[in-house]
């Protein structure tokens, strides 16, 4: 299983940005998705996580209501679209998938993961 992210790059607070999230050697209607950023220390931070069906979502409390998750199941690829990006959103987005039904939170729940984009976001 392979990842691949693009979409990643330099905005300015308030702009929109879209990531994307390919996959191969998977079927991506077998596998939950999420996206992760890179926090202050070892861990990563989960910013939202999809179910196999596409219907389920999780999202973490910084983001919920300016980014969402979405996915095409056909064309094995996973979005991030986030709205009214602010500073502290800078950082690598990692996508992630774990072969499952229901979306996870947990970093430790994914077992494959792209090399990840960055998004800056400055004046």
């Known amino acids: 299983v392979q990842l691949w992210e693009s979409g990643g790059g330099q905005v300015q607070p308030g702009d929109s940005l879209r990531l994307s999230c390919t996959g191969s050697?998977?079927?991506?209607?077998?596998?939950?998705m999420a996206w992760f950023r890179q926090a202050p220390g070892p861990e990563r931070e989960l910013i939202a996580s999809?179910?196999?069906?596409?219907?389920?979502?999780l999202y973490g409390d910084s983001v919920k209501g300016r980014f969402t998750i979405t996915k095409d199941n056909a064309g094995n690829t996973v979005y991030l679209h986030m709205n009214n990006l602010r500073p502290g959103d800078t950082s690598v987005y990692y996508c992630?998938?774990?072969?499952?039904?229901?979306?996870?939170?947990?970093?430790?729940?994914?077992?494959?993961w792209g090399q990840g984009t960055q998004v800056t976001v400055s004046e």
């Open positions: 050697g998977l079927s991506m209607s077998e596998y939950v």
């Open positions: 992630a998938g774990r072969r499952g039904t229901k979306p996870k939170m947990a970093e430790s729940s994914f077992a494959y």
């Open positions: 999809i179910g196999s069906t596409g219907l389920e979502t």
